[in-house]
């Protein structure tokens, strides 16, 4: 079941077409907002590659690439998002986002709060001296870095991804802001893969998701 937040309402998963590879679309439900009915449409799932995913659950990733084809999806998106942070942060200093899918919807809605975007990358990406962690995946270890000077002490920053599956991936991103001594308002995802419990992993750190899988 797929819940919209912080609207009331939900999506349901339609049954995959015979032999088609994709598992679930989601459609909207009567009633629900015509952005957010745009957003489900835009989400869908595909079989999982072992080992090639980053932070995901053992059998099925998002897809987010429907949304991204769809001029009206994504922009019904960027506006779920911008209106979420107008609303509830009065001051943001950098949008960060995660490799790789955050650079995809982090710089436009940076760009509409007029504000900067930080990148956080895969280990050996960033030129100059950077911060890096380590964390643990389903299948071994990855390391995200930063630059060192991506952000000054006291700066607000939202990190955004597109999904928060088991939490490895956002829980290092805090950490590497953490060591800039960045204040971190909130980290902000598109899907929430409820079941796999990411969100315990980012107990001092706000977690807004606008559509959350059981």
């Known amino acids: 079941m797929c819940w919209l937040h912080p609207f009331l309402g939900s999506c ?3 049954s995959p077409a015979p032999g088609s590879a994709r598992l679930a679309l989601a459609r909207a439900a009567p009633g629900l907002p015509a952005g957010l009915g745009a957003l489900c449409h ?12 980053a932070d995901s659950c053992s059998s099925v990733r998002s897809d987010i690439s429907p949304l991204l084809k769809d001029p009206a999806a994504f922009r019904a998106l960027l506006d779920l998002l911008e209106a979420h942070l107008r609303a509830s942060f009065p001051h943001i200093d950098f949008i960060a986002g995660l490799d790789s899918r955050g650079f995809l919807i982090g710089p436009p809605l940076a760009q509409r709060l007029g504000i900067g975007f930080v990148l956080i990358r895969k280990k050996g990406k960033l030129p100059g001296p950077t911060e890096s962690v380590s964390y643990a995946l389903e299948y ?6 930063i630059q060192s000077d991506a952000v000054e002490p006291g700066q607000k920053v939202v990190i955004v991804d597109d999904l928060l599956a088991t939490g490895g991936t956002m829980r290092a991103a805090c950490e590497l802001l953490g060591r800039l001594k960045a204040e971190i308002l909130e980290c902000l995802v598109v899907i929430e893969l409820r079941s796999l419990k990411g969100a315990e992993k980012l107990p001092s750190v706000p977690l807004h998701s606008l559509l959350q899988y059981d």
């Open 140 to 145: 071994g270890k990855a390391e995200l870095e």
């Open 42 to 53: 835009g989400c869908s799932w595909e079989p999982e590659q072992p080992q090639k995913a």
């Open 12 to 14: 349901e998963l339609l």
